[in-house]
Each structure stands twice: as C-alpha cells, then as structure tokens.
C-alpha cells in the first residue's frame, strides 16, 4: 500500500490509507483522528467536511488522498493560527446550535474572508452554501460580519 | 493545575481520544474531585426506589471549577447550558466556573414528564427546572453547613446560618469577615447529609435566570473539539457500515461472500427479523462503508411492500376521505347545521407529505459488548432510557451490566428518539468478540430508512354569519398513525398526534379560537399505508396548523376581514393567545400597509405545555417566478425563560427548519422505496434563503416555564401560505407550497 504525505495545520504526517482515492475527509477523521471535519453527505452537496486545501476550500469528501498530499491543509483543529476572530465572532454572536455543520462553516467563512475581507451580503450568500439543519444562518451572517469588523 | 483537570482535560468532549485511555474517559467524572452528591428528587418514585443509582449531579473541584451534569440531550437546543444554569441560579456561583457534563443513562435523571430519561415533546425545562434549583439550593446549605462546621480557619465556623453569606462561589461569616471558597469546602460539604428543604432564593432577584448567558458547548463546536456519536473514537475500536433493506417491508434474503478482510453481521428490527446487514473493518470507516455497499445480498418484498408508493397513497387516502371510517376525536355544539345555515360556506382539502428528518450527523452508535458481562454504549441518542432497555433485551444483561454516555448529538429532530440505531450497533458489537466497534449510517442509510414524519390530507367546512361572523368548523383528517406503529392505539381511538392543533378547546395546549364552541374534528385512521413514521419537530402540529391557520386565513378573507383582526376577535380577552397576537401585530407593523410587492401572512399556535408562539411572514415575488420569504416577525409567550438568546435561536431554528419544509421538503416513494437519499434530491434551505428573524418574548408574570424547542416551527407554514395568497391571491393547500423552486446550492 501507497504512502502519503499529508501536511495538516502545518505539520506532516505520513498516513497509508486502504487506497489511493480514499478521500481526504477519511484520512483526517479515521487515520489523523482530527475529528472536527464532518462527514455529512459524502457527494459534495452539504459542506460539512469543508476544509481549505492549498488556501482554497475544499469539500474533503470528494479530494483524494493522492491529490491532496503535497499541498498544505487547514482543518477546523488548525482554523484560530489562520483566523481566531472567526471563532471569538462565532462566540460572540452564539452561532452555533447542534454544531455538527459549524466546522465547514467556519472554514467556508475562513476562505471568503481571506479572499473579500469585507464581503456584502451578496457576496456572503454567494460564498456560503454550507447546509445547517438547525437554521444558524442569520448568525453565521452577523458572525462573519462581525469577524470582518462590519458588525 | 488541579487533579480534576487533569484528569478530565479543558472539557470532558475532549477526552475520548485514541490518546487517552477510555477508563479516564469513563471513570475521570469523579477521579479526584470532591463531590456533591446531591440527588435530584423531582425524580419519579421508581427512580428513588432503586437506590445506589442517585445520581450526581454537581461536583466542585478544589480549583473552584462546578461540574453540572445536564441529563437531557443536547441536540442544538441549548439545553446543557439551560439547565447549568438554573442550578447555578441557587448555587450562587459566577458562570464562568460553571462547566457541564452529559449524563449517562441512570434512572436519577429521569424526565418526570416522561417517565424515563429522554428529550422531546419540549420538556426538558419544565421536567427539571423545579428540580435543579432545589438541587442548586441544597449543594449552596451545604456548603454554607461546611463553612459553618469549620474550625480549621480561624474565626470562620460558629454562630447562626443567618451571619453567612453565599456569594460568587464563596461562603462568608458576615461577623468576622472571614471566608472560605467553594472549593476549599467541598470536600466537607461533600460528608453532610442533604437538606430536604434548603430555602431558594427569593422570587425577583434573579441573577443568571433569564440572562442570556453565553452557552457553555459553544466553544467546543467552533475549535472542532466537540465530539458528536460520529467522532468516538476509542483504544481498538472497529468500524462498522450499516446496509439495511433498500424498500419498506422487505426482509433479508441471501448474503454473497464478505470482502477480505470484512465480517458480515446480520442485523435483526424489534420484531426479530432479518433486515440488513452490518460490515465490519479493522480499517476506516470509508472502508467499511465502501464494504457494506460491495456485498451481495438479495432482499425479499413484504406483502406490503409495492403499495409503499405515493401515486398509490395518494389515491387511498383521497378516497378513505369520502368513504373512511371516521373516528370523533372533538364534537362540541353543533357545527354542522350551523355550517348548512350559514349565509357563506366554505370548504377546502389541504395536504402534508412525508418528511425525512435530514439531521446533519448521519446516524450512528458505538457498542463494546463483553457476553454475559458488560454492554457500554455511546451514543447520539434523545432517548437513553429506551436505548439501554434495547441493550438488555438483546444482550440479556441487567440493569447494572448496561452502560449508556451521551454524546453531542449534530441534529436529531425527533429521530434520535428512536433506538433502531443503537440497536444495530450493540447487535453488530455482539458479534465482536468483545472488541468496540463504531457503527455508521452512509447519508443513503440514513434518508432512506428513516421514521417519516407522517402524510396528512385534511378537509375544513366552515360557515360565517351574514355580519361574517364565523359560526361553526367541521375538520377531517385522513393518516397514518404513528401511535398504532407502535401499538400505542387502542380499537376506535384517535391518534392525538393526528390531529393535535387541529382543536380549539382552550386551555394549555390548544388554541381558544371561540369556533371551538362548534367544532367537529374527525380522524380516518389510514390502515392501508405502510410507511414507517415517527416524530418530527413539533409532530401533529407540524401539519395541523398549517390546516387549521390557512382554513381561519381563507374565513377571514370571505369576511373581507384583516386577518389578524379576524383572529382576534375569537379569541377570549384578557387570553394570553390574544397578548402574544396583539404583541405580533405591534412588532410586525401590521397595521402599516406592506410594501408594494410584499405580502404578509399571519399564523398562531399554541402547544408544548402552554407556549403560544404567533409568527408574521412577509414574502416577495411571485408563484411562477419564485416566492423569498423576506422577513419572519416572531412573538412568543413560554413563561419563564432561562436564557433568551437561545429562546431566539430556538425560534431562528424552528423558523428556518420550517420555511425549508413549507417550501421545499418532501419525501415521495415509488415502488416500496423512498426515491430521495441525499442533499442532492433533498431540498434543504441555505443562507441565501433565510429570512431576517426578529422575535420578542412576552413577559413571564410568574408563569413557570413552558416548551421552547418546537413551538415556534408550527406557524411558520401558514403564515407564509397565508402572506402568499395575500401577494399573489393564489391559495396554496398543499405542502410543500413550492417544490419547484427549491435551492439548488452546494454545486460542485
């Protein structure tokens, strides 16, 4: 079996997965333990297992190992080196519920920032169709403004 | 550092790891802390009776940390900080040494609504508020007896209760100023007997309750520590993927060859047979899911299999609607004649679909069984005191050998209640030579072999007056009964939960329309459909008040009548029903004309121990080129609040959970089988869709407190039906208003 180099929230490590197109989302949560990454639809469709990849988010379920070794990962575990005034808005605006989505969520809102530091709501409900069952929305809203220093 | 921190760690989330051995996980609660063990006793009598289970409920470390257990399920409700927070009320401790603990499944965290330990219906503030500031009390006397007691501080212990003070942790003798921490005195206090009767604090000089008080599970889900069913991860643990028969009905036929590697475990439903199967890996879950999907096996139709069909349903229950045996579930007056005398009749058929519960975190359950010894679960349960019943059915074992944690759970709705699920994974971990395993649901599972929340088809007649005064209603439903699944359903009975919010007699769980006077409400009980049900976020409700509030919306427009003035004058003066309207109609700016282009509907129910949740909707748009629920005003009267920011979530969530259904959601079936498996067929709301929420929450005037988590999902429905047909003058009957115009959202 294949061994990979996986660089997650700045640190190497190297992980021999069952094979090669195991996605990254398995590797993180079953190989790395890094549990934070959701599993939650499998087919790309739910954001849960939004992680950034190479600066950029990516729906973990759907990168492979393969193509995701050799490029630097952030996952929710490695999310406050990246950007801890997401995380203090989230506490702030008391955004979470169930929880279970809010990982992909905060780094979907991670890569917006870095990309549009101050996004309009246009632009946010653009950026952000991760799906929350509880109905945070209105809060990840006022989180990410307050995060951008709009709120 | 203290030695409780260190053996529990930041928080106890964080401390089921491969890293870390299980036994701290499991025995760390009480590793080196004193206790309080002050027994809850709201409890029912059984749960006293059995002794040795009296459960611990607040524990103070010498580093001054107060460890609560929160009994309930935490689910997104808010619950574990809510019910902290009532203990903390009469402990007289600041919040920012409160730390709270899920409870395990023991008979002392018994739900007096229920009768067992379990979180739905909307009760877990009402079952334990009573409870846990007793509880409060109680632990606050003893340590104030400590300090007392005290001689080992010079000029501390000695005199009369009334020299001392409690406050923010610390315990004073206001006649020498000498004082000692909670921590210092728990031990001792921990050694005392526990007061019946400690004194609460005197009613109007609250200090957390109704402070909205930042939640103490929130920072876990924003670090990714939380640890949800789905994450425990344990030393040695297996990974299991469920297969379950792909069409309702259907048992197991033959199961081909196991991949290398993979031990096939036959699965079994509560009526002993064979219908899926589990796949077991030493690998990853990814692995054992890919394995569940990779076995051949053949499945064998039920009877009742291909009925399981909407075309067909359709059609039957259209029919039991004119030739049904109907059952009276409310006759009062005499609606009918009143009805055939009225100067204007009005008659209307209405209909909801099934709905799949679609929770974030798939289903899933970890089970390590030791034969004849020992079973432990843990597990994303809403019911632990029926999932370890399940456990020692299937194991034999008794009470003491069976062993259930709590974990975060991301999103139940209902369907966590259920013990399919925990089922499964003590049955496949039975099969584990005593090694844990872990057993998930793909999403597929998961949508597929739901509990459905249930179908409904409804007919109103209904007459108004020559002054348009309403003078009778007659409904009829036809269902599915959720009751008689479970053989809750006596011969000629109603099912409450079909037609709950359907009746109008007052009182605490029901809307006093005066309509009530004459009201017939009948229930055609829908044998021939075979679709698994169970309960889904506010259950009967969900559906009866769409019903009930767009047959009042389509009365008071033959009226010609404003629609909230149509309602009001129904209901009685001086009700609560009427305050929360007329609050409704002040926030909202009713009473100022809505912008051109903008149409608002109005909807008020009443449910959940007594909490009346009215809800205005304003939408845009129009029905060929897509309807935007703009703006959702929201007022709701549930007694006494604990935390308010998260009654206003809780509305947030009901709102938003239930715009997605009015609009969007439904499950269909074809040929025995649910056609939609995941988010790419099932329509789920995204940001872009949310309307801006504001709610106001009427004042207590000492009521106790009454349900939060539901009520504010029921009206949402009707009150975008009803701002539609007042945009656009189209009345919209049948759930979902809007299929077509779903969200598409999440592409690749």
């Known amino acids: 079996m294949p061994s990979y180099t996986l660089n997650v929230n700045g640190k190497n490590h190297t992980v021999t997965p069952s094979s090669s197109d195991m996605p990254l989302l398995w590797a993180l949560r079953d190989i790395l333990g890094l549990t934070g990454t959701k599993y939650g639809c499998g087919i790309e469709r739910c954001s849960a297992c939004a992680v950034l990849v190479g600066g950029e988010v990516e729906k973990s379920c759907e990168v492979s190992i393969s193509e995701a070794s050799q490029r630097k990962i952030t996952t929710i575990e490695g999310l406050s080196s990246l950007n801890s005034k997401l995380q203090a808005a989230w506490i702030e605006e008391q955004v979470p519920q169930c929880g279970y989505c809010q990982s992909g969520m905060l780094m979907a809102a991670a890569s917006l920032l870095r990309q549009n530091p101050k996004p309009t709501d246009a632009e946010i409900d653009g950026a952000m169709s991760n799906i929350c069952a509880c109905g945070t929305y209105p809060r990840v809203r006022k989180g990410i403004k307050r995060a951008a220093g709009m709120a | 550092m203290s030695r409780r921190t260190e053996v529990l760690g930041d928080s106890l989330e964080k401390v089921i790891d491969a890293s870390v051995s299980r036994r701290q996980f499991v025995g760390g609660m009480v590793g080196g802390a004193f206790v309080l063990a002050v027994p809850f006793t709201t409890g029912t009598a059984k749960a006293a009776a059995s002794g040795g289970n009296i459960g611990t409920w607040i524990s103070i470390g010498t580093d001054e940390l107060v460890t609560i257990i929160c009994p309930s399920t935490e689910m997104g409700q808010g619950v574990s900080s809510a019910l902290p927070q009532i203990v903390a009320e009469e402990l007289m401790v600041d919040w920012s040494k409160v730390k709270m603990q899920l409870g395990d499944a023991k008979p002392a965290f018994t739900n007096r609504l229920f009768g067992s330990q379990g979180t739905a219906g909307s009760t877990s503030i009402r079952a334990y508020y009573e409870g846990l500031r007793k509880a409060g009390a109680q632990a606050r006397e003893m340590l104030v007896s400590a300090a007392m007691n005290d001689r080992s501080i010079t000029g501390l212990g000695g005199g009369t209760r009334s020299q001392y003070t409690a406050t923010a942790g610390v315990v004073k003798n206001t006649s020498t100023s000498k004082t000692a921490t909670y921590g210092q005195l728990a031990a001792a206090a921990g050694a005392l007997s526990v007061p019946p009767n400690p004194p609460l604090l005197a009613d109007g000089s609250p200090r957390l309750i109704g402070k909205s008080v930042k939640r103490l599970d929130i920072p876990s889900k924003v670090d990714g520590s939380a640890i949800f069913g789905i994450d425990v991860r344990l030393t040695g643990m297996l990974n ?226 020559s002054a348009n005064k309403p003078v009778g209603i007659t409904s009829k439903t036809v269902s599915q009964s959720i009751y008689a699944g479970r053989g809750w359903l006596g011969p000629n009975a109603v099912d409450p939960s ?44 969900s559906y009866n008040v769409f019903f009930l509030e767009s047959f009042i919306d389509e009365l008071a427009h033959a009226a010609g009548a404003d629609a909230i003035a149509f309602r009001k004058a129904m209901l009685p003066r001086g009700s609560k029903d009427l305050a929360v309207l007329e609050a409704l109609e002040s926030a909202s700016g009713w009473t100022t004309a809505a912008a051109r282009g903008t149409g608002r509907g109005v909807a008020l129910a009443r449910g959940f121990g007594g909490t009346i949740c009215g809800e205005v909707a304003e939408v845009t748009g129009s029905i060929a080129a897509g309807i935007k629920v703009k703006k959702v005003t929201a007022v709701i009267d549930c007694g006494t609040v604990i935390n308010p920011d998260t009654v206003k979530s809780q509305i947030e969530s009901a709102v938003l959970q239930g715009m997605a259904a009015a609009m969007w959601q439904e499950m269909p079936f074809s040929k025995g089988a649910p056609t939609r498996s995941n988010f790419n067929s099932y329509p789920m709301g995204r940001l872009a869709n949310a309307p801006v929420i504001n709610t106001t929450i009427m004042p207590a005037n000492g009521n106790p407190p009454s349900g939060v988590g539901e009520p504010g999902l029921p009206p949402i429905a009707p009150a975008i039906a009803n701002a539609i047909a007042s945009l656009t003058g189209t009345r919209l009957r049948s759930l979902p208003l809007l299929p077509g115009s779903a969200p598409a959202g999440g592409d690749d």
């Open chain 2, 240 to 465: 299991a993927a469920v297969r379950l028969a792909p069409k309702v009905g259907q048992t197991l036929g033959t199961v081909g060859r196991a991949p290398t590697g993979v031990q096939i475990v036959k699965l079994k439903n509560d009526a002993g047979k064979y219908i899926g199967i589990a796949a077991v890996t030493s690998k990853t879950t990814w692995d054992a899911l890919r394995a569940a999907r990779s076995v051949n096996v053949s499945w064998i139709d039920a009877p009742t299999t291909a009925a399981v069909d909407s075309v067909t349903m359709k059609a039957n229950a259209s029919a039991l609607m004119t030739s049904g045996k109907a059952v009276s579930a409310k006759s009062k007056g005499n609606p009918t004649p009143a009805i055939a005398a009225a100067a204007k009749k009005l008659t209307a058929t209405y209909s909801a679909p099934y709905l799949a519960h679609a929770a974030m975190e798939p289903l899933n359950a970890t089970a390590q069984v030791v034969t004849g010894k020992s079973c432990e679960i843990w597990a994303p349960t809403q019911n632990p005191s029926g999932s370890v019943t399940v456990a020692k059915t299937l194991t034999g074992l008794g009470d003491s050998a069976v062993q259930l944690h709590q974990t975060m759970v991301g999103g139940a709705f209902g369907r966590k209640y259920e013990t399919d699920f925990v089922s499964y994974a003590v049955q496949t971990a039975m099969a584990t030579a005593g090694k844990p395993v872990k057993l998930t649901w793909s999403r597929e599972e998961d949508f597929t072999h739901d509990l459905y929340r249930p179908a409904s088809l409804c007919n109103f007649t209904g007459g108004l007056d």
């Open chain 2, 498 to 541: 079909a037609v709950e919010g359907l009746l109008m007699n007052g009182g605490t769980e029901e809307i006093a329309y005066s309509l009530g006077d004459n009201q017939l409400a009948e229930w055609v009980y829908d044998t021939g459909a075979q679709v698994p049900l169970g309960f889904w976020r506010s259950v009967g409700q």
